[in-house]
């Protein structure tokens, strides 16, 4: 073996040349010190390659072996119970290395008896070297398919059904402002799991997108042609593993599928309607085109929307056309939502509401902020920050707030028809409504793109346009939270928190996932069972969509037609009871493009004197409350 200076080894094949093979095994030797500007990983200079001077940290100090103790994840007594609490701590806490050390170096001073390591890397089971490949202009580790499953199925004894259905997701991931290095994860989804945790199949780090998406793709194509064929084993148990779709933004599907940009003329991945340019953007002012099929999609029947060659999911029957669906997060809370306001705020002047119709709206929206459930992380805020919301603050803005800031904000024929898409969005993403209305939102969509121009000009871009499709994925695939990019995303957030310099941050990544998987597993061996049933006490009760308590915007729930505000909650033998009482009036809080009653939304007053008890199997849902002139907007919370 040939090694290199910088603590890399290249691993030869008796019988081959000297040549750099597309494999290496790293000893995590890494410097605190940041090179600005250089390709480290692909520098073929041994002056590249020499590692930079500079004190070496706890975290990338070369461990030749575990300890001089050693753990045993399968004993449940005191020190280990204090050895499983610290690694959780110090994985939930993204705590560093170094910090961990000191901390252990402090808790055996005091506790000498306690048999803990000296090194935070013993006690977290830090991987001493990791297989890094040289693939598509950048590295890559493979974990795989098969081994992440494997993990959610240890993690969730219930998932006992036939087949496992795979959500999959591919985007760009920037790690520092300072630099152009990112992460191009592939993460996978089950379905089936309710705790709808992503895991990580693929992780390629590169200065760019990688070069070839082909090769990028190749381990993740080779493995599930095996799995289809195969299945997956586990306790006896044989599961067929199926992909259900690809959950990806409009770049990421493009780049995955090998055709022409979604900002191209023929880019519509849905139909054939060939963009038009009209004031500097493209158009699409369509609404009947012919559809695109998985078989006109394999045999390039439209060229011009296709790039040479054939992406490598075709190997594996992927339909190219039927199993990408349309991302809610991106299409519609990042795109059409933040078009709308931005045409509101700085369009044309045909569009553009007042500066106080904007500080109106900016004001009620932080009311309304207030009075938001728990289940939305992110409160209301004002306008004037739009460009920094976030995705969640636009899903919020267009399923529950927005009808309430905007109603006496907008002239009339905006509102109706911004009406008409938080209607239209509001039946997709129901778990009720989309099984008997899907048809009825599809066309109030289609209505909503031909007037979008009568109303706001030479503005049918590629997510206007593609809200005609949206329908589609929901009929195949279920509700829009469902298979949104929304945990994929957050997904993301925490890789990128747990990198902690540019240096070698493939590297740091995958030996924090496996500190992960191995805190989860002794967690497995040490924790004694949860149980299956919600937890509850006296003044709230969770279970794995909401939680109910006795404070404002968490104590609303309907029940058959009718809304109740919570009072008592109360632990049974039977279960959990709720006292209530019922709000004795509801109207509509809207006619058009429908009556609100229709969706679950009301405008609710009158409480009743009387209280009365009904149980969790009687609750429909969680109720969002807002006030409105002295009275209660009430809407289904339906985004979970």
């Not at 990028?216 to 289809?228: I, T």
């Not at 940009?261 to 002012?285: F, K, M, T």
């Amino acid at each position: 073996m040939a090694k290199l200076s910088n603590g890399v080894t290249y691993l030869e094949a008796a019988g081959t040349d000297l040549s750099p093979p597309s494999v290496l095994i790293c000893n995590e030797t890494e410097s605190d010190e940041e090179v600005e500007g250089e390709d480290w990983f692909m520098a073929s200079s041994s002056d590249n390659m020499s590692a930079t001077s500079g004190e070496e940290d706890f975290d990338d100090m070369v461990c030749s072996c575990s300890s001089d103790e050693e753990n045993n994840d399968t004993a449940v007594g005191p020190i280990d119970n204090l050895q499983n609490d610290l690694r959780a701590w110090a994985v939930t806490t993204n705590t560093p290395i170094s910090h961990l050390s000191s901390l252990l170096s402090v808790l055996r001073k005091h506790f000498p008896h306690s048999h803990l390591p000296k090194d935070g890397r013993t006690l977290l089971s830090t991987p001493t070297g990791t297989e890094v490949q040289l693939k598509a202009g950048g590295q890559m580790h493979y974990f795989g398919v098969a081994n992440g499953v494997l993990e959610r199925l240890r993690d969730n004894a219930t998932l006992k059904t036939p087949s496992l259905h795979l959500q999959i997701n591919a985007d760009g991931l920037p790690l520092f402002k300072s630099s152009s290095l990112q992460f191009w994860p592939i993460l996978g989804l089950i379905e089936e799991d309710s705790t709808k945790t992503p895991f990580v199949i693929a992780l390629y780090c590169g200065h760019s997108k990688p070069s070839d998406a082909n090769e990028y793709l190749s381990d993740f194509v080779a493995e599930m042609g095996k799995l289809a064929s195969d299945g997956l084993e586990y306790q006896s148990y044989l599961y067929r593993i199926e992909i259900s779709c690809f959950v990806c933004d409009a770049p990421a599907r493009t780049f995955l599928k090998n055709i022409k940009a979604h900002n191209s003329y023929s880019g519509c991945e849905r139909c054939v309607d060939e963009g038009i340019w009209l004031n500097q953007r493209l158009n699409y002012p369509n609404t009947d085109s012919a559809l695109r099929t998985d078989e006109s999609f394999r045999d390039q029947t439209d060229p011009d929307h296709h790039k040479e060659g054939e992406s490598a999911l075709l190997q594996i029957n992927v339909g190219m056309v039927s199993q990408f669906v349309l991302d809610f997060m991106h299409l519609v809370c990042l795109g059409v939502v933040r078009k709308l306001i931005w045409l509101w705020m700085k369009g044309p002047l045909t569009t553009r509401t007042g500066n106080q119709a904007i500080m109106d709206i900016s004001a009620t929206l932080i009311k309304l902020g207030k009075s938001l459930p728990k289940e939305f992380c992110r409160k209301g805020r004002s306008l004037r920050e739009v460009d920094r919301w976030k995705a969640t603050e636009f899903r919020t803005f267009l399923l529950y707030t927005g009808p309430v800031a905007l109603r006496k904000a907008l002239p009339k024929h905006m509102y109706e028809h911004f009406l008409l898409l938080h209607v239209s969005i509001s039946i997709l993403c129901s778990p009720r409504l989309h099984k008997h209305y899907c048809d009825y939102a599809d066309n109030l969509l289609k209505v909503f793109v031909q007037n979008f121009s009568v109303i706001y000009g030479d503005f049918v871009v590629y997510n206007i346009h593609n809200l005609i499709h949206l329908a589609s994925d929901v009929r195949k695939f279920g509700p829009l939270p469902q298979i949104s990019a929304f945990p994929f995303e957050n997904f993301l957030y925490k890789l990128k928190k747990q990198i902690r310099k540019p240096n070698q941050s493939l590297q740091q990544s995958v030996r924090r996932l496996a500190e992960q998987s191995g805190v989860s597993r002794v967690c497995r061996v040490s924790s004694s069972p949860l149980p299956s049933s919600p937890t509850v006490s006296m003044s709230h009760y969770t279970c794995d969509k909401f939680t109910l308590s006795l404070t404002e915007g968490n104590n609303m729930v309907s029940s058959g037609n009718a809304t109740f505000k919570i009072e008592a909650i109360n632990r049974t033998l039977g279960g959990t009871s709720f006292v209530v009482r019922q709000y004795l009036q509801q109207q509509p809080f809207f006619t058009y493009p429908v009556n609100s009653l229709e969706l679950g939304t009301a405008v609710v007053d009158g409480m009743s004197r009387e209280t009365r008890i009904i149980t969790e199997r009687d609750i429909d849902c969680k109720m969002v409350s807002m006030q409105f002139n002295k009275r209660l907007v009430t809407y289904p919370l339906n985004h979970i």
